[in-house]
């Protein structure tokens, strides 16, 4: 009752923001947020915020009739754009895994604040405003899912066991009733953007959006597409044969391996029922060992012997790639951070790294080559969950990056799901970091073109700040890839001025 009261409330503010070199005047009306989601301050920020932020948890699964069983808490952090948030596009941002954070989104890559690590181990990060975030020009929610990913949780952890098609179902339902308590939004054009495993949460919730509206199920949400960075499509000979050809255009291999490869082969690097081709693929992976998966460029991050994760040991396919758990003294914060490039699906289970948790109960991941001590410092800090509206450690334990969980790889292939999408008028942004291991721009590239749409726009360069930032291709049916040049699998992490030129030329309907 208190919410609906709320709710009924019309409350106009009127905010003065600076941002840029432009001062700037907006109005928000019909404020529908429920009651305490909005967030006041941040520990380790001290200026006013460029928008107004909210945060909190929608509880899915309420009704139910089994009471006995606790439901599911899904957690969102809200920017609201910094230039005309009534008018601006609302964006769902996805991190992949399956169970890695969108914090790493708002951490790493696009949030309203750049993290600075603190003086001291013990110190908290220090914030500043970030020139390139995406709430310039679009209203963003980063959503931590399936539950039991980052701050989302459930008081039974039988619901962290879950796949393609039930995550797509709950991120849909907590858009509904996301719009329900921000319905001022509803009128708003909304679109969902991810990356990595997001190449598979983001067409299928889109899908199930669709199907929605055809139900005309309320509220209508004003859905026109989506966005999808270095994205798998759970279909071989996109994923894991984009591997060779990137390994020989980047200088990786040597011809002679890759005429000999192809030659016997094909392109396909689970083809090892052939003693020849087992060799081959031998030689691919001593070439690659010890190269950082998310950028060619990058050094590979080594966690220095944390207590947590020091005696944990790498899956076999890991070790292949020369990706080792032995200390190393680097600390740099390493860029790059989803799922690696080698998703072995068995039995449909996509595997989530069981056997890197070696504390009871402990469900966090170490992903290979890279480091999260910046964000966990931050959002294991209990002053930054009362903050943000978030459960604390003593109730829902440790954020990390990545966790495990029991993930079944349930909706085959993304190729039918962008060909229906794109079919029905809705556009689609394909992005990759061209120097990405991890899910290589070659197979984006071919995934792309297999749809046999007509080009509108052939293959050329795109400029930002009066230089080639990458290449664009444009296809009817309002589909568009572009490359960002030397960036890696996170691409606002390594490019944050080239990516929030394309995005917003993008939203805004502009040519690359």
Known sequence: MEILLFCMVIIVITLVSNYGNNNNNFIIITEAAPPNSLITQLPGFSAPFPSKHYSGYITLDEHRSNRSTPPKNLFYYFVESERRPEKDAVVLWLNGGPGCSSFDGFVYEHGPFNFQAGKTKNSLPMLHLNPYSWSKVSNIIYLDSPTGVGLSYSENQTKYQTGDVQTARDTHNFLLKWFKQYSEFRRNTFYVAGESYGGIYVPTL???????????????????????????????KYDGNALLPFAHGMALISDDLYREFTSSCGLDIENNGVAACQGYINKLYKAIQGL??????????????????????????????GLTDKPHPIRKRMFGRAWPYQM?????????????????????????????????????????????????????????????????????????????????????????????????????????????????DEWRPWMSNNQIAGYVQAYDHNLTFITIKGAGHTVPEYKPREALDFFSRWLEGKPM
């Open 206 to 236: 889109a899908a199930e959006i669709v199907k929605g509206l055809k139900a005309k199920v309320q509220p209508t949400i004003n859905f026109k597409g989506y966005v999808i960075g270095n994205g798998v499509t759970a279909e071989q």
């Open 292 to 321: 950082n998966v998310y950028d060619i460029l990058e050094p590979c991050y080594h966690n220095p012997g944390n207590e947590n994760t020091k005696n944990l040991s790498l899956p076999d396919s890991f070790k292949q790639l």
């Open 344 to 456: 072995v699906v068995k039995d449909g289970l996509v595997p989530s790294w069981p056997e890197l948790n070696s504390l009871q109960n402990d469900r966090r991941v170490s992903v290979p080559c890279t480091s999260d001590e910046v964000a966990a410092a931050w959002l294991n800090n209990e002053a930054v969950r009362k903050a943000i509206h978030a459960k604390p450690v003593n109730k829902i334990g440790d954020w990390s990056l990545c966790m495990s969980l029991v993930f079944n790889h349930d909706a085959g292939s993304m190729i039918k799901y962008h060909r229906n999408l794109t079919a029905q008028g809705y556009r689609a942004l394909i992005y990759s970091g061209d120097h990405d291991l991890c899910v290589p721009y070659t197979g984006t590239q071919a995934w792309t073109s297999s749809l046999g749409y007509q080009v509108l």
